[in-house]
Nanobody
Framework: VQLQASGGGVVQVGGSLRLSCTVAGLDFDNQVMAWFRQTPGIQREFVGYIGRSGLNAFYPDSVRGRFALTRDNPKNTVYLQMNNLKPEDTAVYYC?????????????????WGQGTQVTVSS
């Protein structure tokens, strides 16, 4: 099983980035996909999840209206579009997969994880 995250980088405040996570070795269509982020010394933070069909997604208040999740099931890929980035969005971003019907904000409920991609927002 492999979750390959990419797309991180350095961006100025107010800028945009799109992260990708491509999955191999799993039945992607039956995975709820999520993103989390982590900064040193801080607990891993939920960023959003998207349902298996891509028709529903859920975000915390901290990113709602700025971040958007989409998925391309034939390509086994989920995308995190991040707009109007702020310095507090700086973190390592991880994608995660969960082979259940429903999503959750609880990181312990995800079975598979990618390696992380660094996002740095400079002011």
């Amino acid at each position: 099983v492999q979750l390959q995250a990419s797309g991180g980088g350095v961006v100025q405040v107010g800028g945009s980035l799109r992260l990708s996570c491509t999955v191999a070795g799993l039945d992607f269509d039956n995975q709820v996909m999520a993103w989390f982020r982590q900064t040193p010394g801080i607990q891993r933070e939920f960023v959003g999840y998207i349902g298996r069909s891509g028709l529903n997604a859920f975000y915390p208040d901290s990113v709602r209206g700025r971040f958007a999740l989409t998925r391309d099931n034939p390509k086994n890929t989920v995308y995190l579009q991040m707009n109007n980035l702020k310095p507090e969005d700086t973190a390592v971003y991880y994608c995660a997969a969960r082979p259940y019907v429903t999503g959750t904000e609880d990181s312990t409920q995800y079975d598979y994880w990618g390696q992380g991609t660094q996002v740095t927002v400079s002011s």
